[in-house]
């Protein structure tokens, strides 16, 4: 069962290091501001928390900085630690749930979790110049879970892949599999 408690806390320090004048800026996510990331980072963890207690909701998590909550710097970190204690309970991993409109097995969900928190607190860092590490196995799961889709990957959920080194670390190897290139930094 995998704990989403480690790349939670790890996405909340980031968003703690985030100044108002970083809100603009580019991230990785092409068009997708950091008031955009962090908007997407709030929306996905609750509806993925929704989904880990099976009443999912309708929409999806938008990128509009529009949609940043006004108290964004507490609702964030919030959402991101009810998410975690949410996949904690053995019985959000049972049976099947939806997040998104997107119908899946449950177990299968809790790694999309994943994978959301972990690749945009990614972008979220790189963006805003802070430091980012997230557990190797949490990275691994990710990985595996990009490369299930082999090069037929659904429009949208990732760019193309970015060659990365066998020996390269867990999350740069992630970030490849997603189309990010891990040394990306934001235009000076």
């Known amino acids: 069962m995998l704990d989403l408690g480690p790349a939670a806390t790890a ?3 980031v968003v703690a290091g985030v100044r108002d004048d970083q809100l603009s800026a580019p991230t990785p996510c092409e068009g997708t501001s950091v008031a955009g990331v962090l908007g997407h980072l709030a929306g996905l963890a609750y509806a ?13 998590a938008s990128t509009d900085p529009a949609h ?4 964004w710097r ?5 959402q991101l630690d009810a998410l975690a204690a ?6 959000a991993h049972e049976g099947a749930t939806a997040a998104g409109g997107v119908e899946m097995p449950a177990e299968v969900a809790a790694v999309v979790a994943l994978d959301e928190v972990v690749v945009h607190g990614w972008d979220l860092a790189v963006a805003t110049g802070q430091p980012y590490a997230v557990d190797d196995a949490s990275a691994e799961a990710c990985r595996a879970f990009a490369d299930s889709f082999g090069d037929d990957r659904p429009p949208g959920l990732y760019g193309p892949r970015v060659p990365v ?3 390269a670390p867990a999350l740069d190897r992630l970030l490849g599999a997603t189309g990010r290139h891990p040394g990306w930094r934001p235009p000076a």
Do not use: C, H, I, S
Not at 48 to 60: I, Q, S, Y
Not at 68 to 71: G, N, Q, S, T
Not at 74 to 78: I, L, M, Q
């Open 11 to 13: 996405v909340a320090r």
């Open 48 to 60: 993925f928390r929704m989904a880990a207690e099976k009443t999912p909701v309708d929409g999806t």
């Open 68 to 71: 940043l909550p006004a108290d």
């Open 74 to 78: 507490t609702y964030v970190p919030a």
């Open 86 to 91: 949410a996949w904690r309970d053995p019985a």
């Open 165 to 167: 080194p066998d020996g």
